[in-house]
Nanobody, 118 residues
């Protein structure tokens, strides 16, 4: 089993920055990829960014150039640096981990709220 816990959400003005952290524990040696998802009110959860074992990264189009995902394997932690935040980035952000190279993520955090004021 793997547990993931997010932190770092909060309230920020448009144009500002936040950094989210996700700490994994348990069978962390088995984690192949970690990702960030978000869910805005009234919308479905969507993929934001992911990082695969070996360092590959992927971003949803709307956050490219503004968000940066990074992973510290020694600390079993993933970060999401969010710059130039927009009102539409407001959502609950979830961290997820997977032991598989593709498909659904098996382990999810409880989420952290990010609110961007316009």
């Amino acid at each position: 089993q793997v547990q993931v816990v997010e932190s770092g959400g909060g309230l920020v003005q448009a144009g500002g920055s936040l950094r989210l952290s996700c700490a994994a524990s348990g069978r962390t040696f088995s984690i192949y990829r970690m990702g960030w998802f978000r869910q805005a009110p009234g919308k479905e959860r969507e993929f934001v960014s992911g990082t695969w074992d070996g360092g590959r990264t992927w971003y949803e189009d709307s956050v490219k150039g503004r968000f940066t995902i990074s992973r510290r394997n020694a600390e079993n932690t993933v970060y999401l640096q969010m710059n130039s935040l927009k009102f539409e980035d407001t959502a609950v952000y979830y961290c997820a981990a997977s032991q598989r190279s593709s498909g659904q993520y098996e382990y999810w955090g409880q989420g952290t709220q990010v609110t961007v004021s316009s």
